[in-house]
């Protein structure tokens, strides 16, 4: 693949985040040996990492180790140690990884992985997070606690909801006091939960960066890049700071008017997690046609900021509780999604949709072609629905995807230069 | 002949997938709503006190071909999903009124949104479940819930929902709960008495006869039970485990039981015997219903109660059924039975019990395959 332009922007930022993530890594090695910091594993969607910090706790996402795994190629034979114990092929592959990984006792890093002080199953959107930590409490015998988050209904949550949550948020904090040995710092959660909101509103304008021509970076690929320390320090002065030099990073870009390709050509909105076993490779099938994402779904299941939630200092627990039930794509029922990406296509100014529908997820892809149906048939906006998988390397038809894209493309280049939209579905 | 007339008059209206005893039902209550809820639980006594009819869905088995379906739900999907799909888009679902769909996996709660969107003129609505029964605060929770949706069925149907209805709501119900755990014990006791495959019909008519109706049946066949004639045979004692939300087609079942399995425990239409004992029809009925469901609902792979796993829920019924192995017998894509299968085949390994793993579809028109694993599976059981 030759001619393929330089595909992505790497600037300071990606240094900082790969130096923060591997801080994290160490700490986490460290608690392995000396059973300190406590750790609490959490999933990342709708995390209250804030809550953490009250007791100086750190958090481990296993589905950050498994994305890495994945990246660094290394995913398959976890999966397969997990399907030597029963899990199906058509189970989550994220899950298969952590596990065959907990078997096999091994990390993405080479690390050691400490036991979690809790397994703190924040219930959020997803039903395979409720078995995934089922399966890791029985495998490791830690402490579990399942944090149940009323999936959102309607377009608000209940009172009923918040208490819900709110309660069970109390009984984690007593949980913890208890299995850690440590009184809870109300005053550091609720200092957490201003770092996070100071953080949340630079990546809300980093975020809305990317609605200039050209985008200074890709919100898709490069958005993930920055995920992990959105996950891991937003709670933190470090996240802060971190974010802070990123938006002045991409600020200095927009003023020079700078895209991530020579030429910005065609504006997208992602739906769906990456291939991250084939990430490279799927990025540059967008590099190709100097194609940017200027928004994505993906980039939201930790939470949903750009469209102005912020944690509160002053409600600390009613907060943290919120996120949890509203401001992640997760927890957000399905035609929420759908409003979520048409407002990102006005708003943003994208050319068209790509649905990557990936075989591990049901929560993502259940329906997505009911989605693709409302996109192209009721909008008329140009949506390319692509499947492989998230963490499994064995679901990626290169040839076939490429295709797709390509014809993608072409189709949308034809019809900018006729000046209109492509109002059909392409099909292929 | 009696029973058999019985057995062949609920598989007929089991394969209507238009419910002509639904619409028969709403032509003679004029202005009365029907409401389908999709498996695994619904709360049909709140249903059933609205002065509406409570149907379960099961899906369209083997009767309908997917056209329309698959583009909106493609790969990895499981049958049940699609089927539903299919159903609502070429007006299968028109006897009703109302679509109830709750937090049992990721699937199903999606497929409750693009109901919504399809089906616009619709009463459609999402239950959440909880999954956290060691927390105090499901009771309260689930109760808000459950008034939440009374406030939306009070508005679907024009008319209040009394306590003094929600009770006697309670009240069949748990009489038809128990002539179904009666039923079961039956055929745990007496196999060669009543097949699984017709207990499984007696069962899931639960979903679609009214209460009332239903009790009736349930009685009228557990009374003529004990005189019927029957050998003993000599099958092996199987708990089938797994089929907790899409059903198999009757025939896996009857080919098990063909096969030499005395089916002596399942979970299938487990709505129909959903708790442990009755719910209490004094005091408040709601907070009654949210109290059973977070305290004495059985385990079901779509319910999270950790202090009381479901693995352990399955070897209670092993244990009580006297079993000598299992069969899981799983919805293909079904993911919580994918998960569950690697804990519960761990717990029936140290229980030291043979366990044969089965995938089914919705649509399954050969059963060659399943029947050689199964016949061989019972054979080295039998010659062991
Ligand atoms: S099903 Fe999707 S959201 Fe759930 S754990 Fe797997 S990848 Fe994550
Ligand atoms: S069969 Fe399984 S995957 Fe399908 S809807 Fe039911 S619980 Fe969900």
């Not at chain 1, 009172?159 to 949980?175: G, I, K, M, P, S």
């Not at chain 1, 990456?274 to 100097?290: E, G, I, N, S």
């Not at chain 2, 062949?8 to 089991?14: A, K, M, P, T």
């Not at chain 2, 049958?79 to 679902?93: P, R, W």
């Amino acid at each position: 693949m030759a001619n393929i332009p330089a595909t992505e922007y790497r600037g300071g930022v990606h240094q900082r985040q790969k130096d923060l993530m591997l801080d994290w890594y160490a700490t986490l090695d460290q608690a392995a040996h000396t059973a300190d910091p406590p750790t609490v594993s959490m999933m990342v969607s709708g995390n209250c990492v804030e809550l953490l910090e009250g007791f100086g706790a750190v958090p481990i996402y296993p589905e950050v180790n498994a994305l890495q795994l994945a990246i660094r190629h290394q995913s398959l034979e976890p999966i397969l140690a997990a399907e030597d114990m029963g899990y199906a092929a058509d189970n989550c592959a994220y899950v298969k990884a952590d596990i065959g990984c907990y078997v096999k006792g091994t990390t993405p890093t080479g690390g050691k992985m400490p036991k979690p002080t809790l397994l703190l199953c924040n219930f959020v959107g997803c039903n395979t997070y409720a078995k995934w930590f089922e399966h890791v409490a029985t495998l490791t015998g830690a402490p579990l606690y399942m944090l149940d988050v009323p999936f959102l209904r309607g377009d608000q949550p209940s009172q009923a909801d918040l208490d819900y949550v709110v309660r069970q948020l109390h009984e984690v904090v007593t949980l913890l006091e208890r299995l850690t040995g440590r009184a809870f710092d109300y005053a550091r959660f609720q200092q957490a939960v201003d770092w996070s909101r100071q953080t949340e509103e630079i990546w809300s304008q980093i975020k809305h960066l990317s609605q200039h021509v050209p985008s200074p970076f890709d919100a898709y690929f490069d958005a993930i890049t920055l995920m992990g320390p959105l996950y891991v320090h937003r709670a933190k002065r470090e996240g802060l700071e971190f974010f802070q030099a990123a938006l002045a990073e991409f600020q200095q870009k927009v003023d020079l008017n700078q895209g991530i390709y020579d030429q910005e050509k065609f504006r997208l909105v992602f739906e769906g997690p990456p291939p991250y076993p084939h990430f490279r490779t799927f990025r540059d099938m967008f590099a190709k046609w100097k194609a940017c994402a200027v928004a994505s779904t993906y980039s939201t299941v930790g939470g949903l900021w750009e469209f102005g939630f912020r944690h509160d200092p002053e409600r600390p627990f009613e907060s943290v509780a919120m996120h949890m039930l509203v401001h992640n794509v997760t927890n957000r029922n399905y035609l929420q999604r759908y409003e979520q990406i048409h407002r990102y296509v006005k708003e943003w100014k994208a050319d068209g949709i790509i649905v990557h529908f990936v075989k591990s997820c049901r929560l993502f892809s259940a329906g997505q072609g009911d989605m693709r149906d409302y996109f192209t048939k009721q909008l008329g906006i140009p949506t390319l629905y692509i499947e492989s998988d998230i963490e499994d390397p064995r679901y990626f038809s290169e040839a076939q995807i490429k295709n797709r894209i390509d014809a993608f493309f072409e189709a949308l280049e034809h019809s900018k230069q006729a000046g209109g939209h492509v109002t059909r579905e392409v099909h292929v | 002949m009696e029973l058999e007339r019985t057995f062949d008059n609920l598989s007929e209206i089991l394969q209507d997938l238009s419910f002509g005893s639904v619409r028969r039902w709403k032509e003679e209550h004029p202005g009365s709503k029907a409401v389908a809820f999709f498996p695994v639980y619904a709360p049909v006594e709140i249903i059933h006190a609205a002065g509406m009819l409570p149907v379960g869905l099961a899906g369209a088995g083997d009767k309908l071909d997917i056209q329309h379906a698959d583009s909106r739900f493609g790969s990895f999907i499981c049958s049940i999903v699609k089927t539903t799909m299919e159903m609502g888009m070429t007006n299968h679902l028109d006897a009703f009124d109302g679509f109830l769909f709750s937090s049992i996996c990721d699937s199903a709660r999606n497929l409750c949104f693009v109901f919504k969107r399809n089906f616009p003129q619709m009463y459609v609505d999402f239950l959440h479940l909880p999954h956290n029964s060691a927390s105090p605060a499901s009771v309260d929770f689930l109760d808000a819930e459950y008034r939440r949706i009374i406030g939306e069925l009070e508005r679907l149907g024009g008319k209040r929902i009394n306590d003094a209805a929600l009770r006697n709501s309670i009240d069949l119900y748990n009489l038809q709960r128990k002539l179904v755990r009666r039923l079961y014990q039956f055929r745990a006791d007496s196999p060669h008495l009543l097949r699984a495959w017709e207990s499984y019909l007696l069962t899931r008519a639960g979903n679609f006869l009214p209460v009332e109706e239903h009790i009736a049946t349930l009685e009228g066949v557990l009374s003529l039970l004990k005189d019927r004639p029957g050998k003993r045979r000599d099958s092996i004692r199987v708990v089938v485990e797994g089929s907790f939300c899409e059903q198999p087609p009757l025939d896996v079942i009857r080919m098990l039981e063909a096969a030499g399995c005395d089916i002596v425990e399942d979970d299938f239409a487990l709505a129909q015997r959903w708790f442990h004992g009755d719910v209490p029809s004094t005091g408040d009925p709601v907070r009654a219903l949210a109290e059973s469901y977070v305290r004495d609902a059985v385990y079901s792979s779509v319910r999270h109660d950790f202090a009381h796993p479901r693995w352990e829920g399955l070897a209670d019924k092993i244990r009580n059924t006297h079993a000598e192995a299992v069969i899981m017998l799983i919805a293909k894509f079904c993911e919580p039975a994918y998960f569950d299968y690697v804990l519960f085949k761990k717990k029936i390994e140290e229980m030291g019990l043979p366990h044969l793993l089965l995938e089914f579809e919705e649509k399954l028109f050969t059963f060659d395959r399943l029947r050689t694993e199964v016949e061989t599976f019972v054979e080295s059981l039998v010659f062991d």
